[in-house]
């Protein structure tokens, strides 16, 4: 692949590279105004990719750091506060707790409701593994922990010691909280119970993702209209729509993913492309692919069906079938597309290769005609996957939406010879077997939205309930499926069936 595809271990390692790598030409005094204008630019998307770099990073810290974290808790509460276990586990926490601090000044762990939150960002299974910390905080009256950098290592054990207390003795010798003053222990502050309820930014972070998306719709419409215009693209807004959506699904994968069932019946085209983007992202940013890997690939899926702009609307909003000759127009959309991104300067070679390859099929039946031996790229094979599921989850003149889950059930039987099988089993399991915004019925008998997967539990998604077992509506409320799977044992399956939406009334996107 192009040599800018690094593989980095830290941001220090990045910027480093970012310095080497991206450095603007130098500017022409004849072209001053335009330089300043790529200066902007380049230090914008400079900015996201630290900004993307890091989140990355910092997200496995602190899944690293809560695991040590919990494990020293764990054999504080078994062994003597000086068994070689607990010094052990001690030492491995500092480990994990410098790194961690190489990023950020302070680590602070919250609970709100039955679920644990590292500052803002909800920890959905980590809020499961460690259920015994969350239950442990809320006996014993603390509603968030942070740990500061300058922790020492005596002031942890002591901290772990106290935290093991039964709650009658912690009661009898004032509370936990006044302990660690008593104690000294400065560097761990804890939170009383409550204090971060009310904060979750959740409904303010997705109405921002809402506001990119739509951005990124504008974006596909202007390059739209200057292909129809034949004027040269500009690249660059593409460019940044793709950085900005690929740190959105980085940090907050499913709230992304739920955007991507917005369609729109007239301007399919357009949020057909940012769909794609989104799933596309979605799926990669599961591999151990780099940050330049993914831009490329992102700008490849949202182009992907730049050559359709030049089809009359008439064959590509047709409700029967075409005939010969329209469907030849047709198919030839993805060589009309690599023609128009081939000439277009900042369009990297692979991104063009995914707008000619994205109907080749996996066992190369598809169109165009692909030669080569080796079979369509990678990035091809992944938008492939996303191109089809977004379709049959639309409305088209041709055709009814599927639901979500039947969309998965046909890229499944189709592993293998219309898609890469592996690409599938990442995608699904990304998805689950329910996606983000699918409306289902659950063994209690209530209907909710899917709102959030459970990693490694693809049956298991957290819904949000929004009917009774009667059909009346209620207020809506997050019901984690993992849960309620002891009590349905009896069902067999949490969720009993995906509903169509359309039948009961429901706007799914409103919950979501
Ligand atoms: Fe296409
Ligand atoms: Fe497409």
Known sequence: MNEEITDLNSPEEFEEASEEKDAPEEASPASDKQMSHQDKDYLEQKEERIRYFRTKNLMERVREMLFCLVGAKKNMGIYPPHHSICMDSIFTFFQAAKKYFQLANDFSLR????????????????????????????????????????????????????????????????????????????????????????????????????????????????????????????????????????????????????????????????????????????????????????????????????????IPTSIVNKAGPLSSAEWEIMRHHPVVGADILIGQ???????????????????????????????????????????????????????????????????????????DPLMVKVFVDMLGFFPVGTLVRIATGETGIVYDQNEGDPMCPRVKIIRDPSGEEVEPRIMDLTLLKEKVEAAGRSVVEAVDPKKLGIDTLRYL
């Open 111 to 310: 609970i709100v409701g039955e679920e644990l939150y590292y500052e803002e960002k909800l920890l959905a299974r980590e809020s499961l593994l460690y259920y015994s910390l969350v239950k442990d905080c809320k006996e014993k009256g603390i509603g968030g922990i942070t740990i500061y950098k300058g922790l020492t290592p005596e002031e942890f054990a002591d901290f772990l010691y106290l935290f093991s207390l039964d709650c009658a003795e912690l009661q009898k010798r004032g509370g936990l909280k006044n302990l660690l003053g008593r104690r000294g222990i400065v560097h761990i502050v804890l939170a009383d119970p409550g204090t971060y309820e009310e904060i979750p930014k959740e409904e303010m972070i997705r109405a921002s993702h809402r506001e990119e998306y739509f951005n990124a719709i504008d974006v596909i419409k202007e390059l739209a209209e200057e292909v129809i215009a034949g004027k040269k693209l500009k690249i660059s807004k593409a460019n940044k729509v793709v950085g900005s959506i690929l740190n959105r699904v980085v940090e907050d994968r499913s709230a992304v993913l739920g955007l991507a069932t917005i369609k729109n019946y007239d301007e399919y085209t357009s949020y057909h492309s940012v769909n794609v983007l989104i799933l596309s992202l979605a799926l990669a940013s599961m591999l151990p692919l780099d940050r330049s890997a993914l831009m490329i690939l992102g700008t490849g899926a949202l182009l992907h069906d730049l050559g359709k702009v030049t």
């Open 345 to 419: 300067p900042g369009v990297h070679p692979l991104s063009v290769v995914v707008a000619y390859e994205h109907h080749a099929r996996y066992d190369l039946k598809g169109y165009p005609t692909i030669m080569e031996k080796r079979g369509i790229s990678l990035f091809s094979r992944i938008v492939e996957i996303a191109d089809v599921y977004d379709a049959m989850t639309s409305d088209r003149p041709y055709q009814k939406a599927k639901d979500p889950h039947t969309a998965i059930r046909y890229l499944v039987k189709n592993r293998g010879t219309v898609f």
